[in-house]
């Protein structure tokens, strides 16, 4: 029995974890049409985490996909945080922010022993990690819940590590990916591949169950992928506009203009590459630059900033995250667009 079916899932359908544009209510709707739901954790405090993986737990559906990164947290650079805020500062003025209302704390938070305790509370089936897998001590942790761990890989030398590193299946995220880069073992981004030039080789490269992310987002991309040799497909961008999806409206606004057509990918909004539709901010900073602080640091500055310009109804100064394909994104309940997918794709 394959890994998938072992999961219980009725369609080889993974549903990218997409923080600031999702909760729980995307994920139970993905789980219930006989996908894998996922759930972004890096972002959530560990009340906020617990709380919703109750809900799950009171469901009664399953399985799900709980997502973490699993960076190594360094403290910020005060010299390029305050050379960051100057680079920001024409744009405070121009909105009226004050630059003391920047946040300091983190945006994002590494896998820690906290979060697997709350994971052994709960025992998701599945947990899924970015960036390369925690340190072996936590992952051990992990293991014995009874998880599945997934983890994403976007060169044959980040597949093959992870195989050797206790990972049960393989993302293969591809450059047209929405969201960060997962990347882990070299910033190199010359090495990064497209999903369908990437996919068959770690697929020969690994004997593990693959799964293809990244531009896929109908039909015949879930039918392309696993004519490649994917066991599954993690389809995010094509998410943004459902029903479900808590994607703001000025963010689907741009996704459904001309706009969505135009990605990038950029460390501007967290010191690390991803991709995003591209808005002003990336247009007159240049979507990669060296006054970003390293990861996660960067965003801070940008809270203020951020919230100014939206309330303006001005998205230039949001993080806009989409995959390059933006084509398949629809204004539809969840389920509706997975039963369309299943169809195109001769799944049922």
């Known amino acids: ?129 970015h960036f390369g897998l925690p340190e072996p001590s936590l992952l051990a942790l992990v293991k014995v819940t009874g998880a599945k761990v997934f983890a994403s890989a976007t060169t044959v ?13 393989i993302i293969a995220q591809g450059l047209e990916a929405g969201g960060h880069r997962g990347h882990f073992l070299n910033e190199d981004l010359a090495l990064q591949q497209g999903t369908f030039t990437l996919l068959p ?31 599954a497909v993690q389809m995010g961008t094509a998410f943004l506009c459902c029903h479900e999806a808590t994607t703001s409206a000025l963010h689907r606004a741009a996704i459904q203009s001309t706009q969505g057509q135009h990605t990038a990918l950029t460390n501007l909004y967290s010191g690390r590459p991803a991709r995003g539709i591209v808005n002003r901010l990336m247009r007159e900073l240049g979507p990669l630059s060296l006054s970003a602080p390293g990861f996660p640091h960067a965003s801070g500055a940008l809270v203020p900033l951020r919230a100014a310009a939206e309330k303006a109804g001005d998205h230039g100064f949001s993080p806009l995250w989409a995959g390059q394909n933006v084509s398949g994104c629809r204004d539809l309940p969840a389920a509706a667009l997975i039963a369309a997918w299943v169809k195109e794709a001769g799944l049922a």
């Open 157 to 169: 030398a980040e597949a093959q590590w992870l195989a050797g590193h206790g990972a049960d299946a």
């Open 201 to 231: 080789q770690i697929v020969a490269a690994v004997d593990l169950p693959v799964i293809a992310a990244g531009g896929i987002v109908d039909g015949k991309g879930i039918r392309a992928a696993l004519a490649l040799g994917a066991s």
């Open 1 to 129: 029995m394959s890994l998938f079916a072992d999961l219980g899932l009725r369609y080889p359908i993974i549903q990218a974890p997409m923080a600031g544009v999702q909760n729980s209510a995307l994920v139970l709707t993905v789980t219930g049409a006989g996908c894998l739901g996922s759930l972004p954790a890096a972002m959530l405090s560990p009340t906020e985490l617990a709380n919703e993986l109750a809900r799950f737990a009171a469901s009664g559906l399953g399985p799900f996909n709980i997502n973490f990164f699993c960076h190594r947290q360094t403290e910020a650079d005060p010299n390029a945080l305050t050379g960051w805020q100057q680079t920001l500062a024409p744009y405070y003025a121009e909105f009226g922010v004050n630059a003391e209302a920047t946040v300091t704390t983190p945006s994002r938070a590494p896998f820690n022993t906290e979060h697997a305790a709350i994971l052994a509370k709960f025992k998701p089936a599945v947990v899924s990690f």
